[in-house]
């Protein structure tokens, strides 16, 4: 059950990318400029989900004296 709410919105934000890079190459005079700017919001999400990642806190790593309670 979880595998289903997990993948719905990972396989529709998929398929929204695909429908909007494939609407900017679609035509051969806009293909360059089109791949340019498919190119830029790639880079730009990358970098953006760099960013969060970096900036997250983490949780504390356990040792085995913490988790025995020592």
């Not at 059950?1 to 900017?24: H, I, N, Q």
């Not at 953006?48 to 913490?66: F, G």
Request: hydrophobic residues 55%; charged residues 15%.
């Amino acid at each position: 059950m979880d595998y289903c709410v997990w993948d719905t919105p990972e396989s529709s934000a998929g398929r929204w990318l695909s429908a909007v890079f494939g609407a900017l190459i679609a035509h051969r005079a806009s293909f360059l400029p089109g791949m340019r700017t498919s190119l830029l919001i790639a880079v730009v999400v990358l970098a953006v989900a760099a960013a969060t990642a970096v900036t997250l806190p983490r949780p504390a790593r356990e040792n085995e004296l913490t988790v025995l309670g020592r």
